[in-house]
């Protein structure tokens, strides 16, 4: 999975460097084997502290996650252009059913708003953000508010923290990693997609 993603953001071709950031021994063994560029680091809370840790803070950054093993190059191409001084970007899609792993995106004049794992919202977010200059640095330092811990959506503390989140609109999303039912589901497309 982690070759799979990897694959799509260099397919993106909008990046100067594509970086796989880990602390796991594991995955850095695996990364050298197919040719990444490989940055070891310590433990943190999550992905947006480990970007942070080996990002200059005259950069911009693109954040993946190894699980979006089926992201759309074309949507890390809008993320990229979309990026604005001081702020993140992220993706938002319409959402279709009930599914409890969705994180819900109120969006108010091209600006979230508010994230929230239930409620009403007509609009997906997709985990994945682009942070202007300095911006991941911010938001690693942002303080956990109530409301992020009782979410557990990191996002919301950046908001809190006063830092702007844009979203670029798309018309779908492919399955991220979320459940061991996604997992399957992924894991079965992908062996299609090899074929």
Known sequence: ??????????????????????????????????????VRTGSHPSGTHRAAAVSPPEVAVVNVQVD?????????????????SGA???LVTPRHGHDAACVRAHVRDGRAADFSRDGESP????????FAPGVVHRCAAAPRTDRT??????QLAWLDAGVPIWTVHVDSC???V??????????????????
């Open 149 to 154: 811990i009782a979410e557990s959506l990191e």
């Open 88 to 90: 993140v970007t992220t």
């Open 174 to 176: 492919a399955l991220s």
């Open 1 to 38: 999975m982690l070759q799979w993603v990897w694959r799509r953001v260099v397919d993106a071709g909008c990046f100067d460097r594509v970086v796989i950031a880990t602390d796991d021994d594991a995955v850095w063994r695996v990364a050298r084997s197919f040719g990444a560029e490989v």
């Open 178 to 195: 979320d459940t061991p039912e996604r997992l399957a589901a992924v894991r079965a497309e992908v062996g299609r997609s090899a074929c």
């Open 123 to 130: 609009l997906q977010h997709i985990g994945i953000y682009g």
């Open 68 to 84: 979006q093993p089926l992201v759309d190059p074309a949507h890390l191409v809008q993320i990229a252009t979309a990026l604005r």
